[in-house]
């Protein structure tokens, strides 16, 4: 369930950050995409509009909402469960609601809003999808704003961090089928997040050397996924110095992309949007540098023996 | 007769081994077993490069080792007896429609995965997502029985269908995720979110739950069909209380959020 | 260079069924008269086919990378195609990856398709996507009949205006036509509604409704001379009685060129659920008196796909049938999609008047020139099961013998057991091939005449017509031989097929305003620059005048 940023200004009149900081982590999103537009379909712009700021802390952001939801760190996912209960009549004792931090009327309210609005949609943070629960903490308001529809029209979307992720998610799509997670070790991908996600294997030292490209996990990976990059061969392309180039045996410095290198970056609405360099750059795109690897590695020996293919692994069953 | 396969080296990288399954190699010979193909990461080895081989054409397989990163052992497998001393890596028994498999040591994620039936029985602790659903797929283990001695990780029985888990010691969080039948038996209960989003099934817990809001005080009573569960698991040396005179089961049904017809028994001793 | 000696050809373009001819291609892929030198393929007892050219398919954009996100289960079970020194890894299945997209068409022997919705916004990133779709060459169509820019003017009466603004909009997408999905309806689904009829009123409009809007855009598809005319998605999709919808959309036609896409969720009579029934008869009859429309068949098979279209209503829909996983995703301004997956299952008695409505508008349709197959991929179900529909069209023995595995209810519902006719070759190679490409306006396609694109399919042949189908001896793009018993030879990279209708100079300021007013992304980044396509392929627009 989602849609692109430009629907949410010109049609959303109930919106919901859930477990995000806005106001500073995004700080245009407010005045360029949300709750400051101006529409066709919402003349008033700030006042055609209702934000509800969901969040354990009182953030900046709270200030910018008409409603404040103080959730009990963690219960989240209890939250949002609730809420899919009570869209459907569910009778949910108050002791329960009040587990959560929030209060009986407050949901009430709440879902009488969602029910009511034309146009409704969910932005999700970090506050959300990196606490406990994870990834079942975004599928649970994934859900909800998709059960929603029963009622009217609703939409949820995550507010992704910073660096091109959703432009490497979108292609691995087309590429293999899958967003990430991916192994290629029988000739074709598989995907399982958890086994083959880049912080799992590089925590249970499942491989035996690393590439890394626009990122820098040497500073937001936990402990033994960053020991595990010291131990092996690790090469990284980036225009700066940082933590993962510090431990990296080789670090090629390459052009700022966007700013000295063109491409397209996916926003956080998968929406393509052109790269167009303002600088010229002494160093090579990281695009070149993986083409001069690539022609190299295709000189050598092809990496299956002459003759052989490795086993698909569903053909078994 | 059996199979009997030693770890010579531990492998640097995963080694996937689905050909360690009763169901390849039960017509095979010495030799033809040693030459059976595993992938080292992306490199495809003889077998005989991590083991040593003895014995042949059995369906009972005996494997040494610490078998950690050694992955999908038993996969598919439709009969005979894997045995492990020792420890072992992901997806043991995924996918298995039959017969036995049994490790004296650890085990990882994704243990019977998606089984049909059979049975695996751990004696160490597990990891995560035991007869689990695989990434979006609607249903998980359609039965079968798991028994784990020890913990277990996150999501066991997460969308499964039938079929039995019973854990010794405690899981962590999501057990039962959208379960849509089968019954889960936690000896040594689990950490939150248990039943989340359940659809039907049963879970059993010996020791009081956190409760997620969206399950409803029921009743209190002793079903009859926990006696014969009991009956049951007794060879398994597992013992399930269900005599009123030593307690009662709580009864949480849920979860409301589905809604659904799952239902959640706490016991409660007298 | 190649010559290709004593192979059966049935190249309908050139009225030639079955006749034993050679064939030469020079170094440049095209058909010439003669050559010296180069290999010889001896194609003797074998048939010679001009490539196929799909022309309504979803393989590219938004929407599809969004169902194969939605979908890892049934990758994991499908066909994956291992990577090898001439072939990149893929997956095929419901919704195939771009790779395996181009693998899989070439392997069925067709070399041409046609993406047929892209949303001008995610027109960038359909063009990167069909960058990685080897072998076949491709067009793409752009979502307009929802766009608010345009539908403001319609509603102002402003045509000449419209007019521009759907001409600046195709060639700032760098595509090949304008394709209209559920006119109204889709922009009202914004709000969480629906506009079903030709008459009804649109949320947010006055005076437009849904029938003035298709009439209004096909008269601006002729007048810019578009090669392939307006590619209709009717309104009111898959809802039991919607024949009267598309016979209302079809009146509003008259004297249009129109292609009307995947008829066979348009042709329903009944009044709900459980009266559905087949209506083709109708829709057929009107195609059969009105040569100015083609259509294809939206045809569906039975077993696992995943529905994918504009149509978010549908969808919805589909979501409360079935229950299952849904995704949906709104384009600001311009349209919107949802992605349901579903088994059409020969025991449910909806999905099975829907199997047999698609298989009798291919034959109850006289003019293999007006009907073409198509499964609305990957809604009715995938690309890759045509050979499937061809031989049910072909052997009427089996498809009697399909019809009697339906459930017994089905009788009165659908016309199928009434139908005797089968295709002949020649009619399968019109239908898949000669066919589409006249409707695409793509005149050196499905035509093995003197000059054309060298896109050739050999086949072997064979009584199985569905193995004959699927595993064609050769297959040919642009001269290079790609397939070879069943192998991949040759992974080529494809063109695509562009036009740029012209428009009054002063339509860039005057979309800009309004650009900026209803879109989230800057003016001068919006239009997709003619060097990201991949090998641009320039087609001309007819001056309709003209003719």
Same mark, same amino acid.
């Given at each position: 369930?989602t849609?692109?940023?430009?629907?949410?200004?010109?049609?959303?009149?109930?919106?919901?950050?859930?477990?995000?900081?806005?106001?500073?982590c995004?700080?245009?999103?407010?005045?360029?995409?949300?709750?400051?537009?101006?529409?066709?379909?919402?003349?008033?712009?700030?006042?055609?509009?209702?934000?509800?700021?969901?969040?354990?802390?009182?953030?900046?952001?709270a200030?910018?909402?008409?409603?404040?939801?103080?959730?009990?760190?963690?219960?989240?996912?209890?939250?949002?469960?609730?809420?899919?209960?009570?869209?459907?009549?569910?009778?949910?004792?108050?002791d329960?609601?009040?587990?959560?931090?929030v209060?009986?009327?407050?949901?009430?309210?709440?879902?009488?809003?969602?029910?009511?609005?034309?146009?409704?949609?969910?932005?999700?943070?970090?506050?959300?999808s990196?606490?406990?629960?994870?990834h079942?903490?975004?599928?649970?308001?994934?859900?909800?704003?998709?059960?929603?529809?029963?009622?009217?029209?609703?939409?949820?979307?995550?507010?992704?961090?910073?660096?091109?992720?959703?432009?490497?998610?979108?292609?691995?799509?087309?590429?293999?089928?899958?967003?990430?997670?991916?192994?290629?070790?029988?000739?074709?991908?598989?995907?399982?997040?958890?086994?083959?996600?880049?912080?799992?294997?590089?925590?249970?030292?499942?491989?035996?050397?690393?590439?890394?490209?626009?990122?820098?996990?040497?500073?937001?990976?936990?402990?033994?996924?960053?020991?595990?990059?010291?131990?092996?061969?690790?090469?990284?392309?980036?225009?700066?110095?940082?933590?993962?180039?510090?431990?990296?045996?080789?670090?090629?410095?390459?052009?700022?992309?966007?700013?000295?290198?063109?491409?397209?970056?996916?926003?956080?609405d998968?929406?393509?949007?052109?790269?167009?360099?303002?600088?010229?750059?002494?160093?090579?795109?990281?695009?070149?540098?993986?083409?001069?690897?690539?022609?190299?590695?295709?000189?050598?020996?092809f990496?299956?023996?002459e003759?052989?293919?490795?086993?698909?692994?569903?053909?078994?069953? | 007769?059996?199979?009997?396969?030693h770890?010579?080296?531990?492998?640097?990288?995963?080694?996937?081994?689905?050909?360690?399954?009763?169901?390849?190699?039960?017509?095979?010979?010495?030799?033809?077993?040693?030459?059976?193909?595993?992938?080292?990461?992306?490199?495809?080895?003889?077998?005989?490069?991590?083991?040593?081989?003895?014995?042949?054409?059995?369906?009972?397989?005996?494997?040494?080792?610490?078998?950690?990163?050694?992955?999908?052992?038993?996969?598919?497998?439709?009969?005979?007896?894997?045995?492990?001393?020792?420890?072992?890596?992901?997806?043991?028994?995924?996918?298995?429609?039959?017969?036995?498999?049994?490790v004296? &040591?650890? +085990?990882s994620?994704?243990?019977? =995965?998606? $089984? #049909? !039936? %059979?049975? *695996?029985?751990?004696? /160490?602790?597990? @990891?995560?997502?035991? &007869?689990? +659903?695989?990434?979006?797929?609607? =249903?998980? $283990? #359609? !039965? %079968?029985? *798991?028994?784990?001695? /020890?913990?277990? @990780?996150?999501?066991? &029985?997460?969308?499964?269908?039938?079929?039995?888990?019973?854990?010794?010691?405690?899981?962590?969080?999501?057990? /039962?995720?959208?379960?849509?039948?089968?019954?889960?038996?936690?000896?040594?209960?689990?950490?939150?979110?248990?039943?989340?989003?359940?659809n039907?099934?049963?879970?059993?817990?010996?020791?009081?739950?956190?409760?997620?809001?969206?399950?409803?005080?029921?009743?209190d009573?002793?079903?009859?069909?926990?006696?014969?569960?009991?009956?049951?698991?007794?060879?398994?040396?597992?013992?399930?209380?269900?005599?009123?005179?030593?307690?009662?089961?709580?009864?949480?049904?849920?979860?409301?959020?589905?809604?659904?017809?799952?239902?959640?028994?706490?016991?409660?001793?007298? | 260079?190649?010559?290709?000696?004593?192979?059966?050809?049935?190249?309908?373009a050139?009225?030639?069924?079955?006749?034993?001819?050679?064939?030469?291609?020079?170094?440049?892929?095209?058909?010439?008269?003669?050559?010296?030198?180069?290999?010889?393929?001896?194609?003797?007892?074998?048939?010679?086919?001009?490539?196929?050219?799909?022309?309504?398919?979803?393989?590219?954009?938004?929407?599809?990378?969004?169902?194969?996100?939605?979908?890892?289960?049934?990758?994991?079970?499908?066909?994956?195609?291992?990577?090898?020194?001439?072939?990149?890894?893929?997956?095929?299945?419901?919704?195939?990856?771009?790779?395996?997209?181009?693998?899989?068409?070439?392997?069925?022997?067709?070399?041409?398709?046609?993406?047929?919705?892209?949303?001008?916004?995610?027109?960038?990133?359909?063009?990167?996507?069909?960058a990685?779709?080897?072998?076949?060459?491709?067009?793409?169509?752009?979502?307009m009949?929802?766009?608010?820019?345009?539908?403001d003017?319609?509603?102002?009466?402003?045509?000449?205006?419209?007019?521009?603004?759907?001409?600046?909009?195709?060639?700032?997408?760098?595509?090949?036509?304008?394709?209209?999905?559920?006119?109204?309806?889709?922009?009202a689904?914004?709000?969480?509604?629906?506009?079903?009829?030709?008459?009804?009123?649109?949320?947010?409009?006055?005076?437009?409704?849904?029938?003035?809007?298709?009439?209004?855009l096909?008269?601006?598809?002729?007048?810019?001379?578009?090669?392939?005319?307006?590619?209709?998605?009717?309104?009111?999709?898959?809802?039991?009685?919607?024949?009267?919808?598309?016979?209302?959309?079809?009146?509003?036609?008259?004297?249009?060129?129109?292609?009307?896409?995947?008829?066979?969720?348009?042709?329903?009579?009944?009044?709900?659920?459980?009266?559905?029934?087949?209506a083709?008869?109708?829709?057929?009859?009107?195609?059969?008196?009105?040569?100015?429309?083609?259509?294809?068949?939206?045809?569906?098979?039975?077993?696992?796909?995943?529905?994918?279209?504009?149509?978010?209503?549908?969808?919805?829909?589909?979501?409360?049938?079935?229950?299952?996983?849904?995704?949906?995703?709104?384009?600001?301004?311009?349209?919107?999609?949802?992605?349901?997956?579903?088994?059409?299952?020969?025991?449910?008695?909806?999905?099975?008047?829907?199997?047999?409505?698609?298989?009798?508008?291919?034959?109850?349709?006289?003019?293999?020139?007006?009907?073409?197959?198509?499964?609305?991929?990957?809604?009715?179900?995938?690309?890759?099961?045509y050979?499937?529909?061809?031989?049910?069209?072909?052997?009427?023995?089996?498809?009697?013998?399909?019809?009697?595995?339906?459930?017994?209810?089905?009788?009165?519902?659908i016309?199928?057991?009434?139908?005797?006719?089968?295709?002949?070759?020649?009619?399968?190679?019109?239908?898949?091939?000669?066919?589409?490409?006249?409707?695409?306006?793509?005149?050196?396609?499905?035509?093995?005449?003197?000059?054309?694109?060298?896109?050739?399919?050999?086949?072997?042949?064979?009584?199985?017509?569905?193995?004959?189908?699927?595993?064609?001896?050769?297959?040919?793009?642009?001269?290079?031989?790609?397939?070879?018993?069943?192998?991949?030879?040759?992974?080529?990279?494809?063109?695509?097929?562009?036009?740029?209708?012209?428009?009054?100079?002063?339509?860039?300021?005057?979309?800009?305003?309004?650009?900026?007013?209803?879109?989230?992304?800057?003016f001068?980044?919006?239009?997709?620059?003619?060097?990201?396509?991949?090998?641009?392929?320039?087609?001309?627009?007819?001056?309709?005048?003209?003719?």
């Open positions: 369930m849609c692109t940023l430009g629907e949410v200004k010109q049609r959303a009149d109930f919106i919901v950050y859930w477990g995000g900081n806005p106001a500073e995004h700080p245009r999103h407010f005045t360029k995409y949300t709750i400051m537009q101006k529409s066709k379909f919402l003349p008033r712009g700030r006042k055609d509009r209702t934000m509800v700021l969901v969040d354990i802390r009182e953030t900046k952001s200030k910018a909402a008409d409603i404040f939801m103080q959730v009990k760190p963690g219960k989240d996912f209890e939250l949002i469960t609730i809420l899919r209960a009570l869209i459907k009549h569910q009778h949910v004792g108050d329960q609601i009040a587990e959560t931090g209060t009986r009327e407050m949901l009430d309210d709440l879902v009488q809003r969602m029910k009511s609005c034309k146009f409704g949609c969910f932005f999700f943070g970090m506050g959300l990196m606490t406990r629960g994870k079942m903490n975004s599928a649970a308001l994934l859900t909800l704003a998709a059960e929603m529809n029963a009622f009217t029209k609703f939409v949820a979307m995550p507010m992704r961090g910073h660096g091109n992720v959703t432009g490497a998610d979108v292609i691995m799509r087309w590429q293999t089928g899958y967003p990430f997670g991916i192994t290629f070790n029988r000739g074709y991908p598989r995907y399982n997040p958890g086994e083959f996600s880049t912080v799992d294997v590089l925590v249970r030292g499942d491989c035996d050397a690393a590439f890394i490209i626009g990122a820098d996990p040497g500073a937001t990976m936990p402990q033994p996924a960053i020991d595990h990059l010291k131990r092996i061969p690790t090469i990284c392309l980036d225009p700066h110095i940082t933590h993962t180039s510090k431990l990296a045996r080789v670090h090629i410095t390459t052009a700022a992309q966007g700013i000295s290198a063109p491409g397209t970056a996916y926003r956080m998968e929406l393509p949007l052109p790269l167009k360099p303002a600088l010229k750059s002494p160093y090579p795109t990281d695009e070149d540098v993986v083409r001069r690897i690539n022609k190299a590695i295709s000189e050598k020996p990496w299956l023996p003759g052989s293919q490795p086993q698909m692994i569903t053909a078994q069953v | 007769m059996t199979i009997n396969l770890l010579k080296q531990a492998p640097s990288v995963p080694l996937e081994a689905e050909v360690l399954s009763p169901n390849v190699m039960a017509e095979l010979s010495n030799s033809e077993i040693r030459a059976l193909v595993v992938y080292h990461g992306k490199r495809q080895v003889p077998l005989e490069e991590f083991f040593d081989v003895d014995g042949e054409r059995s369906y009972e397989l005996i494997i040494h080792g610490e078998l950690n990163k050694v992955r999908l052992i038993g996969r598919a497998m439709s009969r005979g007896t894997v045995t492990v001393h020792g420890s072992v890596g992901m997806h043991l028994g995924a996918l298995m429609t039959g017969g036995r498999i049994e004296h &040591g650890d +085990a994620d994704w243990i019977g =995965a998606e $089984m #049909k !039936n %059979g049975f *695996i029985h751990v004696h /160490g602790n597990a @990891g995560g997502q035991i &007869g689990a +659903a695989y990434r979006g797929a609607l =249903a998980g $283990m #359609k !039965n %079968g029985t *798991i028994i784990v001695d /020890g913990s277990a @990780g996150l999501e066991v &029985g997460m969308r499964m269908r039938r079929g039995t888990i019973i854990l010794g010691g405690p899981a962590k969080d999501f057990t /039962g995720l959208q379960m849509k039948g089968g019954t889960i038996i936690l000896q040594s209960g689990a950490e939150i979110r248990t039943g989340a989003w359940m039907r099934g049963t879970i059993i817990s010996m020791k009081p739950l956190q409760m997620m809001p969206t399950f409803a005080y029921a009743s009573f002793n079903p009859t069909f926990t006696n014969v569960y009991a009956k049951q698991l007794k060879p398994h040396g597992i013992d399930l209380p269900f005599a009123g005179s030593d307690g009662t089961y709580q009864r949480f049904a849920g979860d409301l959020s589905v809604p659904g017809k799952g239902e959640i028994l706490v016991w409660q001793p007298a | 260079m190649l010559r290709i000696t004593g192979g059966k050809i049935y190249d309908p050139n009225g030639i069924d079955g006749h034993v001819r050679d064939i030469c291609i020079n170094d440049r892929g095209k058909i010439v008269d003669s050559v010296d030198g180069g290999r010889t393929i001896n194609a003797s007892g074998m048939i010679i086919f001009p490539g196929g050219v799909d022309v309504h398919t979803h393989v590219a954009g938004g929407a599809m990378n969004f169902a194969r996100a939605m979908t890892p289960e049934d990758h994991r079970r499908t066909q994956a195609f291992i990577r090898t020194q001439s072939r990149r890894s893929g997956l095929g299945g419901m919704a195939p990856t771009t790779f395996a997209t181009g693998y899989l068409y070439a392997g069925m022997g067709f070399t041409t398709v046609n993406e047929a919705a892209v949303p001008v916004l995610s027109a960038r990133h359909t063009h990167e996507e069909l990685d779709i080897p072998i076949v060459d491709k067009a793409t169509l752009t979502l009949a929802n766009n608010e820019i345009m539908l003017q319609m509603e102002a009466g402003e045509y000449e205006r419209a007019k521009n603004v759907v001409a600046w909009y195709i060639w700032a997408a760098k595509s090949y036509g304008v394709k209209a999905v559920n006119p109204g309806g889709v922009a689904w914004k709000w969480g509604s629906d506009a079903k009829q030709m008459t009804d009123s649109i949320d947010g409009y006055n005076s437009l409704t849904p029938g003035k809007i298709v009439t209004m096909a008269t601006i598809c002729d007048d810019l001379g578009l090669p392939h005319p307006m590619h209709l998605h009717c309104n009111n999709l898959g809802a039991p009685g919607n024949i009267s919808t598309t016979l209302d959309t079809l009146k509003h036609l008259e004297g249009h060129r129109a292609h009307i896409a995947h008829s066979q969720y348009h042709a329903y009579g009944g009044d709900d659920w459980d009266t559905m029934c087949s083709t008869a109708q829709l057929a009859e009107y195609f059969n008196t009105h040569p100015n429309i083609t259509t294809d068949a939206g045809a569906v098979l039975f077993g696992d796909t995943v529905t994918i279209t504009a149509d978010g209503p549908w969808q919805h829909l589909l979501y409360k049938l079935t229950g299952r996983k849904w995704g949906n995703l709104d384009v600001e301004n311009e349209t919107g999609c949802g992605i349901v997956p579903y088994t059409y299952r020969p025991s449910n008695l909806v999905n099975a008047v829907q199997w047999a409505s698609g298989l009798e508008l291919m034959l109850l349709i006289k003019n293999p020139w007006q009907v073409f197959l198509s499964t609305d991929h990957p809604n009715g179900g995938c690309f890759w099961r050979p499937e529909i061809i031989q049910l069209l072909m052997c009427a023995d089996f498809r009697n013998e399909c019809i009697a595995k339906l459930p017994d209810k089905i009788k009165g519902r016309t199928l057991p009434e139908i005797d006719r089968e295709y002949t070759l020649y009619e399968v190679a019109t239908s898949m091939s000669a066919g589409p490409a006249r409707a695409l306006g793509l005149t050196q396609k499905g035509n093995l005449g003197v000059g054309c694109d060298a896109d050739i399919v050999i086949y072997e042949e064979e009584d199985d017509v569905a193995r004959m189908f699927s595993h064609p001896r050769y297959v040919i793009k642009a001269g290079e031989v790609v397939i070879e018993d069943g192998e991949i030879r040759e992974t080529p990279e494809g063109r695509e097929f562009l036009v740029k209708p012209s428009y009054a100079p002063e339509t860039d300021e005057f979309m800009r305003p309004r650009f900026e007013d209803c879109y989230t992304m800057s001068e980044n919006y239009p997709v620059e003619i060097e990201r396509i991949e090998n641009p392929n320039m087609q001309e627009c007819i001056n309709a005048n003209e003719d």
